[in-house]
């Protein structure tokens, strides 16, 4: 027979661990989550609230995350560095706001290579995972990376060809973007998306590189009558956490963390921004006074010679470049992707 001091211990024993996990779960640990952007984007509709979904549920009572929409705690350009220092535990944001901070992820941006971002996002994800791209997220914590759809050309009047195009004012975002048109020959305007309606409407331009994700939304079908779908180069994401903030978790909010990240949830991402691009060029196409179509086939060979020497020059400018393209390429391969 146990001694009444042996049970006595074994009651207190329960009575603490009980009260461990009531105070689990009615006080889980809370993170916050920086999103710089609007409650229905389809960023966060359709892939990053269903992931702290999942990892809430599968945490068993442990991890809190509460999702802060718009400039709250941070702009997209100071995501980074306020992820780092700690002002909250998770971050959105994309690798372009930091010039020279993520050089080798810049070889997604390079033209012609993907042709699904569902498929683009896997190959993104697995180039950070097999170490090509490690160093660059040495200070946070990757869960995913992913693409958004390829900036195709939205203009007034169709573009078929190189001699189309000459002398046309597009307007472009980012640097290889530019290189891209003005190695088409055409005028490449920097402007932000929330320029592009005004710019199209005042003439200043005569088109813009922009793909279909928030096509509807800045109203652009209302500037714009002619579509050609030509991927140039796929803009990049990523979300990740402060790696201080994950090593302190308990057991089974790392375990949830883990279970739905990296690969899943990139191509998570993928096939949300995807659908976001397939359904508003639909609505797009089945609108009076718009047109759809893409290049034939020989002369979209000549707009990959013409931009040949972008990549030649990234790929010189850049550490490993070579290393990174190649394996780019090796990852779209085994992804099912790849022009």
């Known amino acids: 027979m146990r001694s009444i001091a042996a049970l006595s211990g074994l009651v207190a024993m329960f009575a603490a661990s009980s009260g461990a996990d009531a105070q689990t779960a009615a006080e889980p640990i809370t993170w916050k989550f920086a999103f710089a952007g609007p409650a229905t984007s389809t960023n966060l509709t359709g892939g990053l609230q269903p992931w702290v979904d999942d990892v809430t549920r599968d945490s068993g009572g442990t991890l809190k995350i509460q999702v802060f929409v718009g400039s709250v705690l941070a702009s997209i350009p100071q995501v980074y560095d306020r992820l780092i220092n700690g002002v909250f535990e998770i971050g959105y944001t994309t690798q372009a706001s930091y010039g020279g901070v993520f050089p080798g992820s810049g070889v997604v941006d390079l033209p012609f290579q993907v042709n699904d971002i569902?498929?683009?996002?896997?190959?993104?994800?697995?180039?950070?995972?097999?170490?090509t791209l490690a160093s660059e997220y040495a200070k946070v914590m990757p869960v995913a990376l992913y693409l958004y759809p390829g900036s195709g050309l939205q203009t007034r009047k169709p573009i078929k060809t190189l001699e189309d195009l000459k002398g046309m004012k597009i307007g472009t975002q980012g640097v290889i973007n530019s290189k891209i048109m003005q190695a088409l020959g055409g005028t490449p305007i920097t402007m932000t998306t929330t320029e592009n309606y005004e710019a199209l409407q005042r003439n200043l331009v005569d088109g813009v590189q922009m793909g279909f994700t928030g096509f509807t939304q800045f109203k652009l079908q209302e500037v714009t009558n002619y579509h050609l779908g030509v991927s140039f180069g796929t803009p990049a994401g990523f979300t990740a956490l402060n790696k201080e903030a994950y090593a302190k978790l308990p057991a089974k909010a790392k375990a949830?963390?883990?279970?739905?990240?990296?690969?899943?949830?990139?191509?998570?991402?993928?096939?949300?921004?995807?659908?976001?691009?397939?359904?508003?060029?639909?609505?797009?196409?089945?609108?009076?006074?718009?047109?759809?179509?893409?290049?034939?086939?020989?002369?979209?060979?000549?707009?990959?010679?013409?931009?040949?020497?972008?990549?030649?020059?990234?790929i010189a400018n850049t550490p490993n470049g070579a290393k990174i393209v190649a394996s780019f390429k090796e990852e779209l391969t085994k992804a099912g992707d790849g022009l």
């Open 256 to 314: 949830a963390i883990d279970r739905h990240s990296g690969e899943p949830f990139s191509a998570r991402m993928g096939r949300a921004l995807y659908a976001t691009a397939e359904t508003q060029y639909n609505d797009v196409k089945a609108m009076a006074g718009h047109t759809m179509y893409n290049l034939e086939p020989k002369e979209f060979a000549r707009w990959k010679e013409r931009t040949k020497p972008i990549a030649e020059e990234w």
């Open 118 to 131: 569902r498929k683009g996002a896997v190959a993104f994800w697995n180039l950070y995972a097999n170490g």
